[in-house]
C-alpha cells in the first residue's frame, strides 16, 4: 500500500521560507492531481494547492487558494515519487500542519509536516 511521508516543515520568523516535500513510496504521482493540504490549529483540514501530477512546475496548478496566492509554487519528480511545495514570505497565519494527498483523496494520509510561523 501506498505510504505517504511529509518533511521539511520547522519553525520559521514571518517572511522566511520552507520547502516541503512529500514522498509516496510505491505509487507514481502521474495521471493524479495532487493536493497540498493545511490544517491550522483547532481547524480542519484543508486543500490549499492541486495540481496536475503530468506536469514538472507550476503551470500545472488547478487550484490555489487565495491565502497562499503569489507565495506558494508546486514541483513534482515523479521518477523519485516526490511532490514539492515551496513556501516563501510566510506569514504567522500559515502555521499548521501541512500534508499531501491525490485529489480526490485516495491514499492513506501520512503523518504530515509541521510549520510554525512566529517572531
Known amino acids: 500500500e501506498p505510504h505517504l511521508v511529509e518533511s521539511g516543515g520547522g519553525f520559521v520568523q514571518p517572511g522566511g521560507s520552507l520547502r516541503l516535500s512529500c514522498v509516496a513510496s510505491?505509487?507514481?504521482?502521474?495521471?493524479?492531481?495532487v493536493g497540498w493540504f493545511r490544517q491550522a490549529p483547532g481547524k480542519e483540514r484543508e486543500g490549499i494547492l492541486c495540481?496536475?501530477?503530468?506536469?514538472?512546475?507550476?503551470?500545472?496548478?488547478?487550484y490555489i487558494a487565495d491565502s497562499v496566492k503569489g507565495r506558494f509554487t508546486v514541483s513534482v519528480d515523479n521518477a523519485n515519487h516526490m511532490v514539492y511545495l515551496q513556501m516563501n514570505n510566510l506569514k504567522p497565519e500559515d502555521t499548521g500542519v501541512y500534508s499531501c494527498?491525490?485529489?480526490?483523496?485516495?491514499?492513506?494520509w501520512g503523518r504530515g509536516t509541521q510549520v510554525t510561523v512566529s517572531s
Open positions: 495540481f496536475n501530477g503530468d506536469r514538472s512546475s507550476s503551470d500545472g496548478v488547478t
Open positions: 510505491g505509487f507514481t504521482w502521474t495521471h493524479y492531481y
Open positions: 494527498n491525490t485529489r480526490p483523496t485516495s491514499l492513506p
